[in-house]
């Protein structure tokens, strides 16, 4: 199955002619995951090669509005998750995002009178106070949004998902082939990361085994594949560990929110070996105290966090508009050159064989599948 990561915008604080707001695409077969919709989110779908009717879930890291603007106006004029064929109804879309996200949404909706040719449901991840500085956290903190009540027209009931004390982490969905699990970061608003697991496959048939023990192509086939024991009508017992090469190790892409550092030991856990880990670097390492005081990181603090977890590769985004992409960097403006950046992170890892990616706006990372262990 392939898998690709499509970076929609790499730049923090607002949209500039060179670097949209922060949005980014997670493709698998025939589905997209949206995470982060800044301003503009749209028409960087438009230029891309992705289509934005293939969306089917969306991943807000947290309420700035540079990772959140975008959403209500993708929502109105994008028809998203729509199947291939008219006459079928489209499936819901569903938004995981911190608290308050289901009210900002309905509000956008409603008074500006919009509708929706989809329904679609908010389900909110609970922050913590240790997220944020304390004047991030609104006081009273705000109640958990009735998930039933006054809903707008396509909106169905969403789940408000508490931290996993043990754990400490939000279990935000699971299916056949992934699970996906959010965790905490400090950020000036309290701001969250994504892990992305797949699950492992069943390795490939050794088909001229089967063969051997007599066994024909056909629906028994199917059912060693999913881990059942067959037994055959001379009596011959076939089990998969028998006909099945090594399972196929799944991919894990790790995608961090806006933030100066990790919370608990969770976030660190979950990145580990990851195939990619996105993490911004909003300034470089010479404005460390400035970015940490906004609750940025720089790409020594990046990579700090890529030494702990040991991804294959760490992909910087999230950058200051002063950064300009490659190519575009005017005379005398060295300093601000985006390549530093990643010569800075790439600094602080040597020797730990973990590769450094600048992510530029329409940069499409392929995540191979991987080989058995
Ligand atoms: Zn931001
Ligand atoms: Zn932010």
Redesign the pocket.
């Known amino acids: 199955m392939s898998m690709d990561l499509t970076f929609l915008g790499t730049g923090?604080?607002y949209p500039s002619p060179h670097r949209g707001?922060?949005a980014l695409v997670l493709r698998t077969e025939g589905e997209c995951w949206l995470f982060d919709c800044?301003e503009g989110t749209q028409t960087q779908l438009m230029k891309s090669q992705l289509k934005a009717s293939r969306i089917t879930k969306v991943f807000i890291s947290?309420l700035?509005g540079?990772?959140l603007f975008g959403l209500p106006g993708l929502l109105c004029t994008v028809a998203l998750n729509c199947s291939p064929s008219p006459a079928q109804a489209p499936a819901c879309v569903d938004i995981y995002g911190p608290r308050g996200l289901r009210r900002f949404l309905r509000v956008a909706l409603e008074l500006s009178g919009s509708q929706l040719p989809f329904p679609y449901a908010v389900h909110e991840l609970e922050p913590t106070a240790d997220q944020c500085p304390p004047e991030g956290w609104p006081s009273p903190p705000p109640a958990a949004s009735p998930a039933d009540d006054r809903l707008h027209p396509q909106e169905r009931p969403g789940r408000n998902i508490p931290l996993d004390p043990a754990e400490e982490c939000y279990a935000l969905l699971e299916d056949e082939r992934f699970v996906v699990l959010a965790f905490r970061l400090f950020h000036r608003l309290p701001s969250f990361g994504f892990c992305v697991q797949e699950r492992e496959r069943p390795g490939r048939l050794k088909t001229q085994l089967l063969r051997d023990l007599g066994v024909k192509p056909g629906p028994i086939y199917g059912r060693l594949k999913n881990g059942e024991t067959v037994t055959l009508e001379s009596g011959r017992v076939v089990t998969p560990e028998e006909v099945l090469e090594e399972a196929i190790p799944g991919r894990k892409v790790c995608v961090l929110?806006?933030c100066s550092a990790p919370v608990g030991e969770a976030p660190l856990r979950l990145c580990r070996g990851a195939d990619v880990l996105v993490h911004?670097a909003?300034l470089a390492d010479g404005h460390r105290e400035r970015a940490v005081e906004h609750g940025?990181s720089t790409p020594g603090m990046a990579a700090a966090v890529a030494r702990a977890c040991r991804p294959r590769r760490l992909v910087l985004s999230?950058f200051s508009q002063r950064y300009r992409p490659p190519g575009l960097a005017k005379e005398g403006e060295g300093e601000d050159d985006v390549a530093e950046l990643g010569r800075q992170a790439e600094e602080a890892l040597r020797g730990t064989g973990v590769e450094v990616v600048l992510a530029e706006d329409f940069l499409t990372l392929p995540i191979p599948i991987k080989k058995p262990h």
């Open positions: 923090s604080a707001a922060s800044g947290h700035h540079d990772h929110g806006d911004e909003t940025h999230h």
